[in-house]
């Protein structure tokens, strides 16, 4: 019995020294053991290189190359003549008879870019560049310098600002074409830019919500919004004009705008392609400038009573209503009077159906017509030529 005792009391006191020795607090020489337990499971180096994922590494790799763009703009400005009371019809009668004071002022705003090659060529929207005076750039490391427009296409919303620097670091182009639905999309770029007087650009992180996206333009707007990149990824005021880029590092698009009750983010954020920006590039390296494409018609809109005096049943397409001589709509066969109902198979149901069908044509493409003409149907190919210079 005392063997079985003495047994007993040493398995007591064995399990009360492991106790003080691993319990947390009472060994303040040793780790505590849930420390130990984790440094087993995953050690620190580990647990670093864990949270250094392909999002981490794609923003390191781009960050760098992301700018602020600060623009001086130039407006301007209508006044009505003062008066000391007011009502609409005085100041409409005095609008028309006495004209208002214009004057030019000077409106500073603020996007971001992405800079393409070392020798400072930046990518970015052409509305935050629009009607500027004067553009600064500011880089990562704080670096500044005047920007001058390279060239911008208000169609694709579009811009290259030329900067006079030497080995700065740059973004790799991607291939939109290649894009996932549901695949990684890092949004990069300078959100309330100097109010945060921080010259590092921000990240956002969300995925390719949808591709294709073509957007009704509206409020006198001058782009045309077609076969955009729909995504989460919070895109913020100061955004516009930064790239957007998927989990390899390339840039997969330039983030543009949002639709948003409030101004914030609201999860749907739209991106041009880069592609298209690529064509663009390419455009002004092989020509010194982008080509402006020439079909050579002026169309308008059907009516009802245009309509039926075609002896149409419905309003659907839009009617030629001028052919240049010598046009590439000339040379096709197109003549005044006829009703384009499509383009490329894409119905045409109005003016703004028939420029988002045209919409991203290059010069020597050939575009597929459908028309009627006497209520019959016919089909036209028209190549695509440069507008001649004026």
């Known amino acids: 019995m005392k063997i079985v005792i003495a047994i007993v009391i040493s398995a007591l006191v064995g399990l009360a020294i492991a106790l003080v020795t691993y319990l947390p607090g009472f060994n303040s020489g040793e780790k505590k053991a849930g420390e130990e337990l984790r440094q087993e499971a995953a050690p620190a180096d580990e647990i670093t290189s864990?949270?250094?994922?392909?999002?981490?590494?794609?923003?390191?790799?781009?960050?760098?190359?992301v700018v602020s763009v600060s623009v001086t703009q130039s407006r301007v400005v209508r006044a009505s003549p003062y008066m000391p009371f007011r009502d609409q019809f005085f100041d409409d009668f005095f609008r028309n008879f006495f004209g208002g004071r214009e004057y030019v002022e000077q409106v500073a705003s603020l996007g971001s870019g992405v800079i393409i090659s070392k020798d400072g060529l930046v990518v970015t929207n052409e509305h935050v560049v629009r009607d500027a005076s004067e553009i600064k750039v500011t880089l990562t490391d704080a670096r500044e310098f005047a920007g001058t427009v390279m060239a911008s296409e208000p169609e694709y919303d579009l811009a290259l600002v030329k900067l006079d620097a030497r080995d700065l670091p740059t973004a790799k182009l991607g291939d939109s074409d290649q894009m996932i639905i549901g695949e990684w999309a890092i949004a990069i770029g300078n959100p309330f830019g100097f109010l945060l007087e921080d010259t590092h650009p921000s990240v956002t992180v969300g995925v390719i919500s949808a591709l294709h996206r073509s957007i009704k333009t509206g409020g006198g707007t001058e782009g045309v919004y077609k076969d955009m990149i729909q995504t989460d990824a919070a895109i913020n005021p100061g955004n516009s004009?930064?790239?957007?880029?998927?989990?390899?590092?390339?840039?997969?698009?330039?983030?543009?705008f949002i639709i948003s009750g409030s101004g914030g983010s609201m999860g749907v954020g739209f991106a041009i392609p880069v592609n298209r920006v690529k064509h663009i590039v390419d455009e002004v390296?092989?020509?010194?400038?982008?080509?402006?494409?020439?079909?050579?018609?002026?169309?308008?809109?059907?009516?009802?009573?245009?309509?039926?005096?075609?002896?149409?049943e419905d309003t659907r397409g839009v009617i030629v209503?001028?052919?240049v001589k010598d046009s590439p709509a000339d040379a096709a066969g197109i003549k005044r009077g006829d009703v384009i109902i499509e383009v490329n198979n894409e119905p045409v149901r109005n003016i703004e159906s028939a420029q988002k069908a045209i919409f991203g044509a290059e010069v020597g493409d050939r575009l597929d017509f459908k028309v009627l003409r006497q209520g019959k149907e016919k089909k036209l190919a028209v190549t695509v030529e440069e507008l001649p210079a004026k």
């Open 321 to 323: 209503t001028q052919v």
């Open 285 to 312: 390296a092989q020509y010194g400038h982008i080509r402006q494409i020439w079909i050579g018609f002026l169309l308008q809109e059907m009516t009802p009573l245009l309509a039926r005096s075609l002896g149409l």
């Open 50 to 65: 864990s949270r250094r994922t392909a999002i981490v590494l794609a923003a390191e790799e781009v960050g760098p190359a």
């Open 241 to 256: 004009g930064g790239p957007l880029v998927n989990s390899l590092g390339d840039v997969i698009g330039i983030n543009t």
